[in-house]
């Protein structure tokens, strides 16, 4: 059974940072691209970053470039997302993902999903 769960969420100020953590268990982590995303209250869920196995290439959204990174550990089986200079609007439910194949933005293309954790920026 696959399991992703994700972690590191919470209350922060703006311009604060956070650092989200998601476990992955019950599949072959090396051979998948991890993703991010992320859904804001009354809004649809939405690409923020992803990686492929080899961790050669970083996949980002426009919103968040330059202020989020995305990495993994393939022996640990765990995906990292590294959020700085955080905004008000990056208050969402951030939700880990896996995919069997290349890259993708396209939630639909991945095949697991975590059950999500909140991120919550004050002004």
């Known amino acids: 059974q696959v399991q992703l769960v994700e972690s590191g969420g919470g209350l922060v100020q703006a311009g604060g940072s956070l650092r989200l953590s998601c476990a992955a268990s019950?599949?072959?982590?090396?051979?998948?691209?991890m993703g991010w995303f992320r859904q804001a209250p009354g809004k649809e869920r939405d690409f923020v970053a992803a990686?492929?196995?080899?961790?050669?290439?970083?996949f980002y959204a426009d919103s968040v470039k330059g202020r989020f990174t995305i990495s993994r550990d393939n022996a640990k089986n765990t995906v990292l997302l590294q959020m700085n200079s955080l905004k008000p609007e990056d208050t969402a439910v951030y939700y880990c993902?896996?995919?069997?194949?290349?890259?993708?933005?396209?939630?639909?293309?991945?095949?697991?999903w975590g059950q999500g954790t909140q991120v919550t920026v004050s002004s």
């Open positions: 019950g599949l072959t982590f090396g051979r998948y691209t």
């Open positions: 990686i492929i196995w080899t961790s050669a290439n970083t």
């Open positions: 993902a896996a995919r069997w194949g290349t890259y993708s933005a396209y939630e639909r293309r991945y095949d697991y």
